[in-house]
C-alpha cells in the first residue's frame, strides 16, 4: 500500500493505492483525515493523479491556490 499527498487548489489530499484502485482521503491541519467523497478510477495511473484532481476540483482555483502539487 502507498500513499501519494497533493494540495489540489490549497486542499490537502492524500491517495492511498491499494490492489483493488485509490482511496482518496482529505487531510485536516491537526492531522486527522476523512475519507473523501469522491471516487478515483482504477485505471488511472499514478504519474496522472494531480492532473486528474487539477481536472476535478478545477472550479476551486484561486488567483492564489491555482495550483496542484504533488507533495509526497
Known amino acids: 500500500m502507498s500513499e501519494l499527498r497533493f494540495r489540489v487548489f490549497g486542499t490537502l489530499i492524500a491517495i492511498v493505492g491499494t490492489n ?4 482518496p ?3 485536516g491541519p491537526d ?3 476523512r475519507r473523501a467523497d469522491f471516487v478515483i478510477p482504477s485505471f ?6 494531480g492532473q486528474y484532481l487539477g481536472d476535478l476540483f478545477h472550479e476551486s482555483a484561486t488567483p492564489s ?3 496542484v502539487v504533488r507533495i509526497r
Do not use: A, H, V
Open 20 to 23: 483493488s484502485g485509490w482511496t
Open 25 to 27: 482521503y482529505f487531510l
Open 31 to 33: 492531522g486527522k483525515r
Open 44 to 49: 488511472i495511473q499514478e504519474r496522472d493523479l
Open 65 to 67: 491556490n491555482n495550483k
